[in-house]
């Protein structure tokens, strides 16, 4: 049974950073993993994704840098750090995964979502 669990939301400063992490359950061999998220009157976005095992990593032309993927395969958690944080980037925050090599931002599995506060 697939299950993706996230953590590490919360209320932060602007400029400060923060790291959530999803743990990942269900899935063995190849599979592709992302961040999502949903921003105040904008629609879910693709932040960034990962194939795994390769590593291989895409970000959001958005992200520019700020933003980074790291995955613990020892925990199978798939960890978003947010540096610099703006107001803009408050909202929800969703891991997901899917079988195989990434394809685009297609996704079929989800976590609940977790809460993101940038108060300047």
């Known amino acids: 049974q697939v299950r993706l669990v996230e953590s590490g939301g919360g209320s932060v400063q602007a400029g400060r950073s923060l790291t959530l992490s999803c743990e990942v359950s269900?899935?063995?061999?190849?599979?592709?993993m992302g961040w999502f998220r949903q921003t105040p009157g904008k629609e879910r976005e693709g932040v960034a994704r990962i194939n795994i095992p390769s590593g291989g990593t895409t970000y959001a032309d958005f992200v520019k840098g700020r933003f980074s993927v790291s995955r613990d395969g020892a925990k199978n958690t798939l960890d978003l750090t947010l540096r610099k944080l703006q107001s803009e980037d408050s909202g929800m925050y969703y891991c997901?995964?899917?079988?195989?090599?990434?394809?685009?931002?297609?996704?079929?599995?989800w976590g609940q979502g977790i809460q993101v506060t940038v108060s300047s």
């Open positions: 997901a995964a899917a079988a195989g090599w990434c394809n685009g931002w297609a996704f079929g599995d």
């Open positions: 269900g899935y063995t061999r190849n599979y592709c």
